[in-house]
């Protein structure tokens, strides 16, 4: 995560000594987990515990607890190493990423178990074993996967479809932020949109612009919105698009970072305020205790926060936005599919990171959001990536980075509930809870051989 940086100094007005100090500090909160990991292997092995059980339980453990202390960081977790490989992650619809990440470990651990060196001779038929149930765990895996892959696919070809188009603007972060420019931002959306139904005979249809495509208080502020709204009535159409929206909190009004839709009658048709912010971006955590924090990077009020598994209603079908970095939280989109959800639309700016991996690592995430749930995707970049993911986590008509796109497609509506969707992420807490069962048992075993 080392665009970090990036987004600090060139955005956040951060000096590059505290912004490498923050990302000195970020590496150690994160890789304090990788240390803990390697602790726990070594002191249940002292206790013997057997790696091949303690590893994946810790892993998966852990990995979860990141995702939530803080708000989470679930970033990249291990599996998503898989994702170039759709068969072997078709089985996050049963145990979202913490079991496929669990799986990747245990892999890992017989595979040690089969090629480390051993001077007992006794010793080689386990190491036979391991590598025969390595072997047959990823057979097993692949087989499995690349069946319910081509299922998906099928599926999604003979389910009811929604022309969906994204557009990507390419508008730079000092633009977006001028007010005098907003009727040129505003107007860099509408041309491609004119566009595409130009070439779409559908109607109505939904035109996904990005977050922060409305740099300024949508309907609010009259005169930039009227254009869009003028837009949606003349094409037919449904565009949604990320603005600031304003929330009346205790008296006090609040900013959210809000996505609009707007009907085909020129008319709001309903909002969803972002749930999930972005620590240190859009609000300051523990704010009592970093204090200091908003002094260095500069950050006002705390943004307001939205209801979770709120849908928007394009016509009869529900849309379950999310904002920006909200695609990495499995719980959010699959909060959405339980309220009806039959579409996932994506909106992000992705501009923060400049020139670096971070816009395909964000994608990728979505990928894992379509299987888990076997819903489509629309993903909105302002400055890419941008295009569609597929129920089977396949990415289709994806755009590069920092270049104008538009792209259209008929998304499958798939009305199926998967194993994820109704029970969520159930291995994430069962490991943590059984890694530390495991450890009391191994202590009070040691003990008891001591005595």
Same mark, same amino acid.
């Given at each position: ?111 040690? /178990? $089969?090629?480390?060196?051993? *001077?007992? =001779? ?5 190491? !036979?074993?391991? #590598?025969? &149930?390595? @072997? ?14 081509? /299922? $998906?696919?099928?599926?999604? *070809?003979? =389910? ?5 188009? !994204?557009?990507? #603007?390419? &508008?730079? @972060? ?22 595409? =139904? ?254």
């Amino acid at each position: 995560m080392y665009w970090v940086m990036v987004v600090m100094i060139t955005y956040g007005g951060v000096h590059w000594s505290a912004a490498l100090l923050a990302l000195f500090l970020f590496a150690i909160y994160l890789g304090a987990y990788m240390a803990l990991f390697c602790w726990a292997l070594s002191l249940g092995a002292r206790h013997g515990i057997s790696p091949l059980l303690a590893g994946p339980l810790v892993w998966a453990g852990f990995e979860w607890l990141r995702g939530i202390i803080l708000t989470g960081v679930p970033w990249l977790p291990l599996c998503m190493g898989l994702s170039g490989n759709l068969p072997l992650i078709q089985s996050a619809e049963l145990w979202s990423t913490s079991g496929l990440s669990l799986l990747v470990v245990l892999i890992n651990a017989l595979v040690t /178990q $089969a090629v480390w060196p051993s *001077q007992q =001779a006794s010793a080689l038929w386990r190491r !036979v074993l391991a #590598a025969a &149930v390595a @072997l047959a765990l990823v057979a097993g895996g692949w087989l499995w996967g690349g069946w319910r892959y081509d /299922q $998906a696919e099928a599926r999604a *070809q003979a =389910a009811p479809t929604m022309p969906v188009s !994204v557009v990507q #603007a390419n &508008v730079s @972060l000092p633009m977006l932020w001028q007010k005098k420019l907003r009727p040129v931002v505003i107007e860099r959306h509408m041309r491609p949109t004119r566009r595409a =139904a130009a070439d779409n005979p559908d109607r109505p249809w939904l035109v996904v612009w990005p977050e922060s495509a409305a740099p300024f208080y949508f309907l609010r502020d009259a005169r930039p919105s009227l254009p869009v709204l003028e837009l949606a009535q003349e094409l037919d159409a449904y565009i949604m698009l990320g603005s600031l929206g304003a929330v009346r909190e205790d008296k006090l009004l609040k900013v959210s970072n809000r996505s609009w839709l707007i009907g085909p009658d020129g008319r709001e048709a309903g909002f969803y305020d972002k749930v999930h912010l972005v620590p240190f971006g859009e609000y300051v955590p523990l704010g009592q205790v970093l204090f200091f924090v908003r002094a260095v990077a500069q950050i006002g009020q705390d943004f307001a926060v939205g209801a979770p598994g709120k849908v928007l209603r394009v016509g009869p079908v529900a849309v379950g936005p999310l904002i920006c970095y909200e695609s990495i939280f499995p719980e959010l989109a699959r909060a959405m599919h339980r309220n009806g959800a039959r579409l996932l639309v994506n909106q992000t700016n992705d501009a923060w990171f400049g020139r670096t991996s971070a816009p395909f690592q964000h994608l990728s995430h979505l990928q894992l959001r379509a299987i888990e749930n076997r819903m489509a995707c629309a993903r909105a970049a302002n400055t890419g990536v941008s295009g569609f993911v597929l129920p089977s986590g396949r990415v289709i008509q994806a755009t590069g980075i920092y270049e104008p796109g538009l792209e259209s497609a008929r998304l499958p509506l798939m009305n199926e509930t998967t194993f994820f969707t109704r029970h969520g992420d159930i291995i994430g807490p069962s490991a943590l809870i059984a890694a530390l069962m495991l450890a009391v048992a191994g202590l009070w075993w040691g003990r008891k051989r001591e005595a």
